[in-house]
């Protein structure tokens, strides 16, 4: 008789969907957008169209201000945002360092961290007088073809042509830029109040582009 063969258990591979970089402005445009939606009023779109864009984003934001590089995003959503968050740190203190996941928890929370801490040799404290404290800052990485990505890519390939005259005014660069944009430079998508071109604003806040003269250039 020849053997039985043991079948082999198929395992289960469960994955863990990954937390939001921004919980909590996915959470207050949510709730505007259903709001917005009850109301009737267009502003549901409006919020729907910035809550998509913020939920493609993969880093996370820690003011409503730094939410002004995605589309969709203009100055008045910006402050409502600001003032939201500030309404939450009131109420929660403790949270207010770690806005994009949970809170971590110390080591000295637990008794027995405490207590093995407790027993290592203290090691002596160096003093460097002049020396700050120095911490590395991930790079900013625009989406693609976001209108921040245009807006860079536009300024970059001109910036190598031989006849750049240093500059490139609004127009020029609307026109430049658009094919590598998914969204219009000059008109607002239906139901939205803002172009592609308000992400400028945050590009010169973070100091990749510099904007002056008058028209600007």
């Known amino acids: ?24 402005f996915e959470k207050w445009l949510e709730e505007w957008k259903n709001e917005a939606a009850s109301k009737g009023s267009d502003m549901q779109y409006c919020f ?15 003011s409503g201000r730094d939410c002004g590089v995605l589309d969709y995003f203009g100055n008045r959503l910006c402050i409502m945002l600001d003032r939201k968050l500030a ?25 027995i961290a405490s207590t093995s801490s ?12 002049g020396v700050g404290d120095v911490r590395k800052q991930k790079p900013y990485v625009p989406l693609w073809r976001s209108s921040p990505y245009a807006i860079l890519l536009t300024l970059l390939k001109e910036s190598q042509k031989p006849n750049y005259p240093g500059y490139l005014t609004k127009s020029q660069l609307q026109v430049l830029a658009q094919p590598l944009c998914d969204t219009s430079f000059k008109k607002p998508d239906p139901g939205a109040f803002y172009t592609a071109w308000s992400s400028m604003s945050g590009l010169v806040k973070r100091g990749l582009v510099l904007r002056n003269g008058c028209p600007a250039k």
């Open 1 to 24: 008789m020849a053997s039985e063969v043991p079948k082999r258990r198929k395992k289960r591979i469960t994955v863990k969907p990954k937390k939001p970089p921004n919980p909590l």
């Open 48 to 62: 729907g169209k910035a809550l998509s864009s913020l939920r493609k984003y993969p880093l996370p934001l820690k």
């Open 87 to 111: 309404e939450y740190r009131k109420t929660h203190p403790e949270g207010t360092d770690d806005l994009c996941g949970d809170v971590a928890t110390r080591a000295t929370s637990s008794p």
């Open 118 to 129: 407790q027993n290592k040799p203290k090691k002596k404290k160096s003093l460097n007088i």
